[in-house]
């Protein structure tokens, strides 16, 4: 699933790969997924997005904004675009493939579930889109210790700090994927109530979002998900899937996997209070 460090990641790289090529060929729903979701009726893209040229693409969340002429395609979820240079293999299935006039091409194949929007520039009033453009990222200097408190505030008294961090888009971009090891860093438990925290730990918390996130993006995206060219990121979290059941690096208590919230959290008994 793509998040804040890989849409950064993944749109720095379409700036770099793309932008300039000319779109030949669109296909959409090769391969149909239930999951796949598309704004207009994705029989219209091709007519849409064919003869275009890619401009440029942004990244504000966990979203990715390419701009092809007078449209947008965004990007999100486990809709993860991934480039094939003129003489690569494209995989047979997928659910999405623009093929440019050079023959290089990009495919997006979902995992799980994802989104792959398109609209006319200026035109896309989806909420979790709008929101995403509103809020400060938590890369930005407007991303202050005061705003993160009034995020805070505006929850429910017995909400987990999970819940708090990585829901209603709160802050956009940070989903449970980067929650684990921001809360590691900050020696927070995800299930903890969040009244319970003090001054302490609410900076504590602060300065792990603020450290945790650039480090992602820094080492080119998290060790989980893939970018552009189908290459793993550098960033190897502390805690997930492959590090329960080891010992922490930290104190080296066994690191634990439980059901929470309709999904799971992953932290160290000892560190995390
Ligand atoms: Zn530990």
Redesign the pocket.
């Known amino acids: 699933m793509i998040e804040l460090p890989e849409s950064i990641v993944v749109s720095g790289q379409i700036n770099r790969t793309l932008v300039g090529k000319k779109i030949e060929k669109v296909i959409v729903n090769a391969s149909p997924h239930k999951f796949a979701f598309f704004s207009l009726d994705a029989d219209r893209y091709p007519m849409l997005l064919e003869g275009k040229t890619i401009r440029g693409a942004k990244s504000f969340g966990g979203q990715i904004e390419v701009e092809i002429d007078d449209m947008h395609l965004y990007f999100s979820d486990g809709a993860s675009p991934r480039y094939f240079a003129p003489d690569e293999t494209l995989p047979l299935k997928h659910q999405m493939m623009i093929r440019f006039e050079d023959q290089s091409a990009i495919t997006v194949t979902i995992a799980m579930y994802g989104m792959m929007y398109l609209y006319p520039k200026g035109e896309n009033k989806n909420p979790y889109t709008v929101i995403a453009k509103e809020k400060p990222s938590p890369l930005q200097d407007e991303f202050t210790y005061d705003y993160f408190k009034g995020l805070i505030s505006s929850c429910p008294a017995t909400m987990s700090i999970k819940g708090m961090l990585a829901t209603e888009q709160r802050i956009p971009g940070l989903g449970n994927g980067c929650l684990q090891d921001i809360l590691f860093n900050a020696k927070l438990h995800p299930k903890r109530k969040h009244d319970t925290l003090d001054e302490t730990h609410l900076r504590q918390l602060y300065d792990a979002i603020r450290k945790t996130l650039p480090e992602m993006v820094n080492r080119g995206g998290r060790a989980t998900e893939k970018d552009l060219f189908g290459k793993e990121g550098g960033y190897v979290p502390t805690l997930y899937a492959k590090t329960v059941g080891t010992s922490?690096p930290?104190?080296s208590?066994t690191i634990m996997k439980e059901p929470f919230l309709g999904g799971s959290v992953t932290f160290?008994p000892?560190?995390q209070k």
Do not use: D, F, V
Request: charged content about 15%; aromatic content about 0%; proline content about 0%.
């Open positions: 922490c930290a104190c208590a160290c000892r560190c």
